[in-house]
Nanobody, 115 residues
Framework: QVQLVESGGGLVPAGGSLRLSCAVS????????MGWYRQAPGKQRDFVAN???????NYADSVKGRFTISRDTAKNTVYLQMNSLKAEDTAVYYC?????????WGQGTQVTVSS
């Protein structure tokens, strides 16, 4: 089992920054992939970024150059640094973990970007 708890969401003006955190209940070194997804009202949940166990990162085209995913293995925490935020980044952001064949989700944290 893996429990994920997101934090760091909030209201920010366009052009601003936020850092999301995802606290993980077990060693993230043992988890295959950690990632962030987002879901805007009335839309499907979309991939934002992930980091694979070896350290490789991947990003959605819409966030490349603005968002950075990172991890702190000592704290078992994954971060999403979001810069140059746009109104279209407004969504609930979810942390996701894949451990072998099982996927776990956090409860989500709201990010609202005012234009």
């Amino acid at each position: 089992q893996v429990q994920l708890v997101e934090s760091g969401g909030g209201l920010v003006p366009a052009g601003g920054s936020l850092r999301l955190s995802c606290a993980v209940s077990r060693s993230i070194s043992s988890i295959n992939t950690m990632g962030w997804y987002r879901q805007a009202p009335g839309k499907q949940r979309d991939f934002v970024a992930n980091i694979i166990s070896g350290g490789t990162t991947n990003y959605a085209d819409s966030v490349k150059g603005r968002f950075t995913i990172s991890r702190d293995t000592a704290k078992n925490t994954v971060y999403l640094q979001m810069n140059s935020l746009k109104a279209e980044d407004t969504a609930v952001y979810y942390c996701r973990a894949r451990l072998r064949d099982t996927v776990y989700w956090g409860q989500g944290t709201q990010v609202t970007v005012s234009s």
